[in-house]
């Protein structure tokens, strides 16, 4: 992929959604969702990862993913969320990726830094087993992009009407948080962490 002749943000935004798809195919896999021949290794910034095969999971997370490449680049993104729901579409628990591109910054990118600042974030879902619960039957999931604002249709045109607000539910307490990882390497920050519900809330 050519970045030669893009802006900080444009290399960046690039490198982030390459990422953020090879990460969500790695939650997905790690929650077990589907079964496991249903993905395969690849090899992804040196590290071993699992890629889904079947092509409408493929499809899914890559065209919802780099749908959001141009929103990420302006810094209208504020977290791209891997949820997770029980049959009564209530939120079990969330991955959460923060994301801040420094739209002021005018210096060169070095794509290796952040690639090998991003690789961490790999080998840490990697091992994030023991800290994922066990999904419950009827579970299913989605990818939610949160927006520092809303694109507009005058600036964004056709691509904006795409986006619709969620229906989400939402849970009444403020939930327990686990980091996994955060990076600072200009013009990017991102931080990893995994939201549940609080034990009072499971219970109601």
Same mark, same amino acid.
């Given at each position: 992929?050519?970045?030669? %002749?893009?802006?900080?943000?444009?290399?960046?935004?690039?490198?982030?959604? !390459?990422?953020? !798809?090879?990460?969500?195919?790695?939650?997905?896999?790690?929650k077990g969702f589907y079964p496991s021949r249903a993905f395969e290794r690849r090899r992804y910034m040196n590290v071993v990862v699992n890629k889904a095969r079947h092509p409408q999971l493929a499809n899914y997370i890559h065209s919802s993913i780099f749908a959001l490449l141009p929103y990420i680049q302006k810094g209208l993104v504020e977290r791209v969320v891997v949820i997770f729901y029980g049959q009564?579409?209530? =939120?079990? !628990?969330?991955?959460?990726?923060?994301?801040?591109?420094?739209?002021? *910054?005018?210096?060169?990118?070095?794509?290796?830094?952040?690639?090998?600042?991003?690789?961490?974030?790999?080998?840490?879902? %990697?091992?994030?087993?023991?800290?994922? /619960? =066990?999904?419950?039957?009827?579970? %299913?999931?989605?990818?939610?992009? *949160?927006?520092?604002?809303?694109?507009?249709?005058?600036?964004?045109?056709?691509?904006?009407?795409?986006?619709?607000?969620?229906?989400?539910?939402?849970?009444?307490?403020?939930?327990?948080?686990? =980091?996994?990882?955060?990076?600072?390497?200009?013009?990017? /920050?991102?931080?990893? *962490?995994?939201?549940? =519900?609080?034990?009072?809330?499971?219970?109601?």
């Amino acid at each position: 992929m050519d970045r030669k %002749n893009q802006s900080p943000q444009g290399q960046t935004a690039k490198v982030v959604v !390459e990422f953020l !798809e090879v990460a969500i195919n790695c939650i997905v896999f790690l929650k077990g969702f589907y079964p496991s021949r249903a993905f395969e290794r690849r090899r992804y910034m040196n590290v071993v990862v699992n890629k889904a095969r079947h092509p409408q999971l493929a499809n899914y997370i890559h065209s919802s993913i780099f749908a959001l490449l141009p929103y990420i680049q302006k810094g209208l993104v504020e977290r791209v969320v891997v949820i997770f729901y029980g049959q009564d579409q209530v =939120p079990l !628990e969330k991955f959460v990726f923060k994301l801040t591109i420094d739209q002021s *910054y005018q210096s060169s990118v070095s794509e290796a830094e952040l690639e090998f600042a991003l690789r961490a974030f790999l080998v840490k879902l %990697n091992a994030a087993g023991p800290i994922a /619960k =066990p999904l419950p039957s009827g579970a %299913n999931w989605e990818i939610t992009a *949160y927006f520092r604002e809303l694109p507009s249709q005058e600036n964004e045109g056709e691509q904006a009407k795409l986006w619709v607000p969620t229906d989400t539910k939402q849970w009444m307490q403020p939930s327990e948080i686990t =980091p996994i990882k955060s990076m600072d390497s200009n013009p990017l /920050k991102v931080q990893l *962490y995994m939201e549940h =519900p609080t034990v009072t809330e499971q219970k109601v």
